[in-house]
């Protein structure tokens, strides 16, 4: 029977007291157990993303490490988003494991996070450049006043929603090289992405001959 330690995290405190985000990643960690599968302990974190100082999350490593069992996570960017971090969970020595990755080791978790890390600083610099740019033409900066609060809001989740695909679009093409490189079949690649819950950009399944688009994407 294996048992595990779960570590939920919300970004506010709102979040936290409305359930919101908290329900998701519980009904997920539920859904991941099986039925010989036992919860020893669960620890939730009110906290940022870009904060690595978390005293749950170190109570929830603690406990894993104390009763040896695997510290469970519902998904990877509620437990990182930068390498460092994720490094020093790994050196922590205690077994974890991501319900939305299921099927990927401590290497692959290791790659995403750097992606992710990558990915966020290009995003961040991207935006700044874009807006020093636009500044130097004469525009001005800011939201406009007749700019409804519906339609900032529709654009922000546009942007969200852009910035996220591109980023599991990145990572997908990092996982496909390193699966390629050690002799991973076209098909057995398709089969892990669909399986992590990767999709294309046009949100379908991957199959052999989109790997062999992507690879190619990525190598040029």
Do not use: C
């Not at 005293?55 to 104390?66: K, V």
């Not at 099927?103 to 966020?120: G, N, P, R, S």
């Not at 599991?168 to 398709?190: D, E, K, P, V, Y």
């Amino acid at each position: 029977m294996t048992s595990y330690v779960a570590y939920f995290r919300v970004s506010t405190v709102r979040q936290g007291q409305s359930g919101l985000g908290l329900e998701a990643q519980q009904a997920a960690v539920q859904n991941f157990l099986r039925n010989d599968a036992q919860l020893v302990a669960t620890f939730t974190e009110v906290e940022s993303g870009k904060k690595n100082e978390r005293p749950q999350l170190a109570a929830a490593i603690a406990r894993a490490r104390q009763e040896g069992v695997v510290l469970l996570v519902a998904k990877l960017d509620r437990l990182a988003r930068n390498v460092a971090f994720l490094a020093t969970l790994m050196e922590s020595r205690v077994r974890f494991q991501a319900v939305d990755l299921p099927a990927a080791d401590e290497f692959t978790l290791h790659i995403m996070a750097a992606v992710a890390q990558k990915e966020a600083s290009a995003i961040s610099t991207r935006t700044r450049d874009a807006l020093a740019a636009k500044k130097a033409r004469g525009a001005q900066l800011g939201t406009p006043s007749n700019l409804t609060q519906a339609a900032r809001e529709k654009s922000w989740v546009a942007m969200r929603e852009n910035a996220q695909a591109n980023l599991q679009n990145r990572q997908a093409a990092q996982l496909a090289t390193l699966l390629r490189a050690t002799g991973t079949t076209l098909r057995a690649i398709a089969d892990q992405l669909n399986q992590s819950g990767y999709r294309t950009r046009q949100g379908k399944t991957f199959h052999p001959m989109g790997i062999q688009r992507l690879l190619l994407k990525a190598a040029s």
